[in-house]
């Protein structure tokens, strides 16, 4: 059994989605980061870096129980352990997909948080940081934008490459309009009508 502790924020959307893309049955936990339920004894012993989204297998590898703390991890351990076609087999539709991958989860991600800090949650308003990761962002919109220019989707096929950068496409629409990227648009509309991710972004019971 798969249990996923989570929170309503990209990283968490992005776990949820690859186990409901498995077909797996799990159990999914809420950690309250409004509550500040992932500083908890409880939470932090699973994952020393208080952070969601974590995933627990009891089913690991061997037999035993394994936690999965980090996104990237969790899309990667569940794709292998699945044999999914979201990671592909052909070494060069491969590598065009590890590349989207990264790019989704080590740029594009990271450089949107810092945009939705400065925008949204800090306290202090800092005008020059404001400018800095909007204007970096908006390069990176155009960047995949480019990138999806006449392909359905980042690699060959859908793949953990598309799950990099839906989350995070998602939790920014309202800053950065998909409708404004036409290619973007079309790629997220076709990601957002999927089964298992209309089941991941389902409100919490
Ligand atoms: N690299 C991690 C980032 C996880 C992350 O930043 N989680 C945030 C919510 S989106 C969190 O739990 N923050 C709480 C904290 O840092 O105490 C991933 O992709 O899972």
Request: contains cysteine; glycine residues 6%; hydrophobic residues 35%.
């Amino acid at each position: 059994m798969l249990d996923l502790y989570f929170w309503t924020t990209n990283n968490g959307y992005r776990a949820r989605t690859m186990v409901e893309e498995t077909g797996l049955a799990y159990n999914l936990h809420p950690v309250s980061l409004l509550k500040r339920e992932q500083l908890s004894d409880s939470f932090r012993k699973l994952h020393v870096g208080h952070k969601i989204p974590v995933l627990v297998d009891s089913d690991g590898p061997g037999g035993g129980q394994i936690v999965v703390p980090e996104s990237p991890a969790i899309l990667r351990y569940l794709a292998t352990k699945t044999n999914s076609q979201l990671i592909p087999k052909d070494a060069r539709a491969l590598a065009e997909m590890e590349t989207w991958f990264s790019y989704g989860i080590a740029t594009f991600c990271p450089i949107l948080a810092q945009h939705g800090y400065f925008n949204f949650r800090s306290s202090e308003d800092v005008p020059g940081a404001k400018k800095y990761y909007e204007t970096y962002a908006l390069d990176l919109y155009g960047v995949i934008n480019q990138r999806l220019e006449g392909r359905v989707y980042f690699a060959d096929d859908y793949s953990l490459a598309d799950l990099a950068h839906y989350a995070d496409v998602r939790q920014y629409a309202g800053s950065f309009r998909p409708d404004d990227y036409p290619n973007v648009k079309k790629w997220y509309d076709r990601i957002s009508a999927r089964p298992a991710v209309q089941r991941a972004y389902a409100p919490l019971a």
